[in-house]
């Protein structure tokens, strides 16, 4: 099956830091990669949506110059989110699609100080 | 714009017990899929249906998706502590990869 590893698991920065958040496809290309946000007890907010080798599509109320998004390569996207506030604590998962339909990452735990 | 109502939202019941989480929408999906988040984690693909009236189990869970491929169900027969967890329900479109989701449901079972 498809492995997406999403790494840091959980990090904490401090407020006007920027901190990179990396989505990696290990056993298949991505063509296509999502990046959701979650907020406790709440379901999965697509913020956008990543294409290999062309511009992020930012879903409406999401900056994007806060939240760059790079799909680089078929295997790696990575998040930035450049000046963290605390209000921008919270937790980030990212999606790949493949034949076996979405795979999910781990998530990571975002937490501004 | 699509939505995809979940319910109930929260659920917290004895073991032992039956239970079923609805999902409806006034839209039409291609397909229909259920996950089941531990927190701290990403969600977990637990089945995919794709066709109207189409019902696939899995254990103690019974999937459904209605014959209009509006709506889907998630029916947990005697539910054990270790469902515990957000269960989350996502529709897809075929015209792009986007998926519609759910609220999600908190479920907790009491041992």
């Known amino acids: 099956g498809a492995v997406v590893s999403q790494h840091p698991s959980w990090v904490i920065c401090k407020s006007g830091t920027s901190v990179k958040i990396e989505c990696r496809s290990l056993d298949f290309q991505a063509t296509t990669m999502f990046w959701y946000r979650q907020f406790p007890k709440q379901s999965l907010m697509l913020m956008a949506t990543s294409n290999e080798g062309s511009k992020a599509t930012y879903e409406q109320g999401v900056e994007k110059d806060k939240f760059l998004i790079n799909h680089a390569s078929l295997t790696l996207s990575t998040l930035t989110v450049t000046s963290a506030h605390p209000e921008d604590s919270s937790f980030y998962i990212c999606?790949?699609?493949?034949?076996?339909?979405?795979?999910f990452g781990s998530g990571t735990r975002l937490t501004v100080v | 714009t699509q939505l995809l109502e979940q319910s109930p939202q929260f659920l917290s019941i004895q073991e032992g017990e039956n239970l079923t989480v609805y999902c409806n929408s006034s839209s039409v999906f291609s397909s229909l899929q259920w996950y089941r988040q531990e927190p701290g984690e990403g969600p977990v693909l637990l089945v995919t249906?794709?066709?109207g009236g189409e019902v696939k189990k899995l254990k103690r869970l019974t999937f459904q998706f209605g014959d209009a491929r509006k709506d889907s169900s998630l029916h947990i027969t005697a539910a054990q502590p270790g469902d515990t967890g957000l269960y989350l329900c996502a529709g897809g479109r075929d015209s792009n990869y986007q998926l519609i989701w759910g609220a999600g449901t908190k479920l907790i079972i009491k041992p």
């Open positions: 999606s790949a699609t493949s034949d076996w339909g979405y795979t």
């Open positions: 249906v794709v066709t």
